[in-house]
T-cell receptor, first 112, second 113 residues
Framework: GESVGLHLPTLSVQEGDNSIINCAYS??????FIWYKQESGKGPQFIID?????DKRQGQRVTVLLNKTVKHLSLQIAATQPGDSAVYFCAENEGGGNKLTFGTGTQLKVEL | KAGVTQTPRYLIKTRGQQVTLSCSPI?????VSWYQQTPGQGLQFLFEYFSETQRNKGNFPGRFSGRQFSNSRSEMNVSTLELGDSALYLC????????????FGPGTRLTVT
């Protein structure tokens, strides 16, 4: 039959506001998590990672929070800029290898 | 340092043909993984290579295969192409296996007609 595209949730924010993108991961054995940003026509770009022995990690304008109890990951972007507009994916690694399992993605739109 | 490079960037093939895609990892990276990205299925893991050996394989038919060379460059091959193989094929490289940063290339856009 005809394939149906994944429905990407969309987050619209005003320029300068903070953005929070959420992700529920599936495997409680996953011990490493990565956030990627993908702009149209490009490959995913590494943003930030976190290991399962941490709850929070900060980068430049970005913070990742990990809640293992409820298998939830979030990406916070401070002072969102137009250049942040993209699809954001969380990915989990079960450990021992490099197989990443990706979430469906969130479309971030920054309004001027 | 140069990023991950993939060639060709765009490819159009007809059903039944085969195709080979190439990936050159970041210098010093020994692990290469391949992913398929489609609007319907999202990003899906194909396989992982490290030290010229396939270490992990995703849930794809045997028509999808790959290999890695001694210089860590990798190729993937798809035989007997089907319309559903139309996708963006991405490779990612990493220094080691496990909890290490993986960096993606720009992808090869394959269209099967």
């Amino acid at each position: 039959g005809e394939s149906v595209g994944l429905h990407l949730p969309t987050l619209s924010v005003q320029e300068g506001d903070n953005s929070i993108i959420n992700c529920a991961y599936s495997n409680s054995a996953s011990d490493y998590f990565i956030w990627y940003k993908q702009e149209s026509g490009k490959g995913p770009q590494f943003i930030i990672d976190i290991r399962s022995n941490m709850d929070k990690r900060q980068g430049q304008r970005v913070t990742v929070l990990l809640n293992k109890t409820v298998k939830h990951l979030s990406l916070q972007i401070a002072a969102t800029q137009p250049g942040d507009s993209a699809v954001y994916f969380c990915a989990e690694n079960e450990g021992g290898g490099n197989k990443l399992t990706f979430g469906t993605g969130t479309q971030l739109k920054v309004e001027l | 340092k140069a990023g991950v490079t993939q060639t060709p960037r765009y490819l159009i093939k007809t059903r039944g043909q085969q195709v080979t895609l190439s990936c050159s990892p970041i210098s010093g990276h020994r692990s290469v993984s391949w992913y398929q990205q489609t609007p319907g299925q999202g990003l899906q893991f194909l396989f992982e290579y490290f030290s010229e050996t396939q270490r992990n394989k995703g849930n794809f038919p045997g028509r999808f295969s790959g290999r890695q060379f001694s210089n860590s460059r990798s190729e993937m091959n798809v035989s007997t192409l089907e319309l559903g193989d139309s996708a963006l094929y991405l490779c990612a490289s990493s220094t080691q296996r496990g909890s290490y940063e993986q960096y993606f290339g720009p992808g090869t856009r394959l269209t099967v007609t």
